[in-house]
């Protein structure tokens, strides 16, 4: 069926009858600034203080964006006769934002969470040679980050966490002081219990318990009983027959 001429041209001026009824949805930018999605990826924010320089970030990198340089110093022992410790020393991290294809290759593979994702997309410049920007800007950026998202109501407590807490824990023990024993009490015995034999003393019965044969008592037979006869005892004699003869 050939179409009705003219039908385009209507289609086309209802579309546009119904969008002039409807209210305007242009950002104004940069007067009002656009409500980004929380996992945006702006630009690269660095945390100097967990940076190790263990150059995973740079290695990864697909386009080699970043430079890292440090240096070694030499620690002194935390305990008198350990033994001195070196570490690394970060003096340069700068991304090329000009190479840098936001992949997060970098972000994922930093094992000492030292790098994040910043919705910060305003650092455009006149010349591609300043987007290399050093760590003095990222750590700027650094500020940006959006907190992490609430963990699930069943999820396991993060393994920094538990550690701080259990560190705090054990440093508000050792804070308090120790309780003083009651008076009248053994130090090791809780009160109403009577404490172990103290070295020198007899832990045997008790005064006022029988446990045996006091001295100059006769364990012998007592009256009534026959035990037989007795050492330093005449023997007894054998009883008789009535007729004369022994029993």
Same mark, same amino acid.
């Given at each position: 069926?050939?179409?009705?001429?003219?039908?385009?041209?209507?289609?086309?001026?209802?579309?546009?009858?119904?969008?002039?009824?409807?209210?305007?949805?242009?950002?104004?930018?940069?007067?009002? %600034?656009?409500?980004?999605?929380?996992?945006?990826?702006?630009?690269?924010?660095?945390?100097? &203080?967990?940076?190790?320089?263990?150059?995973?970030?740079?290695?990864? *990198?697909?386009?080699?964006?970043?430079?890292?340089?440090?240096?070694? &110093?030499?620690?002194?022992?935390?305990? /008198?006769?350990?033994?001195?410790?070196?570490?690394?020393?970060?003096?340069?991290?700068?991304?090329?934002?000009? $190479?840098?294809?936001? *992949?997060?290759?970098?972000?994922?593979? *930093?094992? @000492?969470?030292?790098? @994040?994702?910043?919705?910060?997309?305003?650092?455009? =410049?006149?010349?591609?040679?300043? $987007?290399?920007?050093?760590?003095?800007?990222?750590?700027?950026?650094?500020?940006?980050?959006?907190?992490?998202?609430?963990?699930?109501?069943?999820?396991?407590?993060?393994? =920094?966490?538990?550690?701080?807490?259990?560190?705090? &824990?054990? $440093?508000?023990?050792?804070?308090?002081?120790?309780?003083?024993? =009651?008076?009248?009490?053994?130090?090791?015995?809780?009160?109403?219990?009577?404490?172990?034999?103290?070295?020198?003393? &007899?832990?045997?019965? %008790?005064?006022?318990?029988?446990?045996?044969?006091?001295?100059?008592?006769?364990?012998? /037979?007592?009256?009534?009983?026959?035990?037989?006869? %007795?050492?330093?005892?005449?023997?007894?004699?054998?009883?008789?027959?009535? %007729?004369?003869?022994?029993?």
């Amino acid at each position: 069926m050939a179409p009705i001429p003219g039908s385009g041209l209507a289609k086309g001026l209802a579309v546009t009858l119904r969008t002039m009824t409807k209210k305007t949805v242009t950002a104004q930018y940069p007067d009002a %600034q656009p409500e980004l999605p929380p996992r945006t990826r702006g630009v690269i924010g660095l945390f100097e &203080e967990n940076c190790t320089v263990c150059m995973l970030c740079a290695r990864e *990198c697909p386009d080699w964006c970043i430079y890292i340089d440090s240096h070694k &110093e030499t620690v002194p022992p935390a305990a /008198p006769g350990g033994r001195e410790r070196s570490r690394n020393v970060l003096d340069r991290f700068a991304i090329d934002f000009a $190479l840098c294809m936001y *992949c997060g290759i970098c972000i994922e593979v *930093c094992p @000492f969470d030292a790098l @994040f994702w910043s919705p910060e997309f305003e650092y455009a =410049e006149t010349d591609i040679h300043e $987007l290399t920007h050093e760590r003095d800007k990222l750590r700027d950026w650094m500020w940006t980050v959006p907190a992490p998202p609430a963990l699930d109501p069943g999820a396991e407590e993060p393994k =920094e966490i538990a550690a701080a807490r259990k560190s705090a &824990e054990k $440093l508000a023990a050792a804070a308090q002081p120790e309780p003083t024993p =009651e008076p009248g009490t053994r130090a090791g015995a809780t009160p109403g219990t009577q404490a172990a034999a103290t070295p020198g003393t &007899e832990a045997g019965p %008790q005064p006022g318990t029988d446990v045996g044969p006091q001295p100059g008592t006769d364990v012998g /037979p007592q009256p009534g009983t026959d035990a037989g006869p %007795q050492p330093g005892s005449a023997p007894r004699a054998k009883p008789t027959d009535p %007729q004369g003869g022994e029993s």
